[in-house]
T-cell receptor, first 112, second 115 residues
Framework: SQKIEQNSEALNIQEGKTATLTCNYT??????LQWYRQDPGRGPVFLLL?????KEKRKERLKVTFDTTLKQSLFHITASQPADSATYLC???????????FGAGTRLAVHP | DAGVIQSPRHEVTEMGQEVTLRCKPI?????LFWYRQTMMRGLELLIY????????DSGMPEDRFSAKMPNASFSTLKIQPSEPRDSAVYFC?????????????FGSGTRLTVV
């Protein structure tokens, strides 16, 4: 069955370092994927979308990669700040499944 | 635009009671989604509408759940009768286009507790 896996353990890093979050998928052929940020008590907020024919996408301090061979997406936050602390969710949309499926999310904590 | 508006923010009800959750999507968005989030199962899609018409309700857990969208600016998710296992955060989201290149816009959610 279709699966999206994100590291369930929280990622703790020091301010100024680069945070890297991983999203793996199986039994999918996603046309593209999205990354969202979720703060406690709030709904997810859309950050970035990357298509299957794009290797990399950037937006300010954010970078997303999409490797269809490895079936993996990496999400990077450079020069991380305590304000970046949140849960980050990846989501895949596959035309065949016709719905946006979310991973469980990885909690990021950036320490001063 | 004020974004996707959900009400109430919190709901505590007794088992067996009817619960109605409300959502106002962003004006101009043609898709509306209802998701449920729990620690165990994460974000699950329950049902979605396109131009007020239900397209896929395969995620609705059982017949106790129903959703309507009488017009482009309002949707409800009803649970009758409610059970403790329905306790979760329910999110409404809207988008322009299902496979939105601009992502889905989520509301702040309704935290439902059934005791």
């Amino acid at each position: 069955s279709q699966k999206i896996e994100q590291n369930s353990e929280a990622l703790n890093i020091q301010e100024g370092k680069t945070a890297t979050l991983t999203c793996n998928y199986t039994n999918y052929s996603p046309a593209y994927l999205q990354w969202y940020r979720q703060d406690p008590g709030r709904g997810p907020v859309f950050l970035l979308l990357i298509r299957e024919n794009e290797k990399e996408k950037r937006k300010e301090r954010l970078k997303v990669t999409f490797d269809t061979t490895l079936k993996q997406s990496l999400f990077h936050i450079t020069a991380s700040q305590p304000a970046d602390s949140a849960t980050y969710l990846c989501a895949f949309f596959s035309g065949g499944y016709n719905k946006l499926i979310f991973g469980a999310g990885t909690r990021l904590a950036v320490h001063p | 635009d004020a974004g996707v508006i959900q009400s109430p923010r919190h709901e505590v009800t007794e088992m067996g009671q009817e619960v109605t959750l409300r959502c106002k999507p962003i004006s101009g968005h043609d898709y509306l989604f209802w998701y449920r989030q729990t620690m165990m199962r994460g974000l699950e899609l329950l049902i979605y509408f396109n131009n007020n018409v239900p397209i896929d309700d395969s995620g609705m857990p059982e017949d106790r759940f129903s959703a309507k969208m009488p017009n482009a600016s309002f949707s409800t998710l009803k649970i009758q009768p409610s059970e403790p296992r329905d306790s979760a955060v329910y999110f409404c989201a809207s988008s322009f286009g299902q496979a939105s290149l601009y992502g889905y816009t989520f509301g702040s959610g309704t935290r439902l507790t059934v005791v």
